[in-house]
């Protein structure tokens, strides 16, 4: 087979290099994919566990609870978990309440609310 000087095409080193720039562009874009869901995880997790907060503060304030609880979440939510505490203030006749929710990976937000005696 003899080589002419019409011929036209890549030589392999040119597929390689191209194949190689391609894999690098395509772990590039997985792996940002990858970062973005885990985000996007991590906020819906966040915002489930901020209402679950609120909705448990509620239910605590009209049991009218006065002690440190703590307990599990139901229907669909196992993964988190509450715990409840109440604080004297400095200031008399007001309590400060706070919930903790905690999720996988040692995850956890916590909101405050301060109340009347």
Known sequence: ?????YEKGFTLLEV????????GVV?????????????????RNTTIATM???????EIRLS???????GEFKKGFDDFS??????????P???RGTMTVSWERGRSITLGVYEKQ
């Open 93 to 95: 006749g007001i309590v």
């Open 82 to 91: 509450w715990e409840y505490a109440r604080l004297d203030t400095v200031y």
């Open 52 to 58: 679950l907060a609120r909705e448990q503060i509620e």
């Open 16 to 23: 390689m290099i191209a194949l190689a720039i391609l894999a």
């Open 27 to 43: 772990v590039t874009i997985v792996g940002s994919l990858n970062y973005n869901l885990s985000v996007v995880e991590d906020n």
């Open 1 to 5: 087979m003899t080589h002419h000087p």
């Open 64 to 70: 009218r609870q006065t002690k440190n609880i703590k």
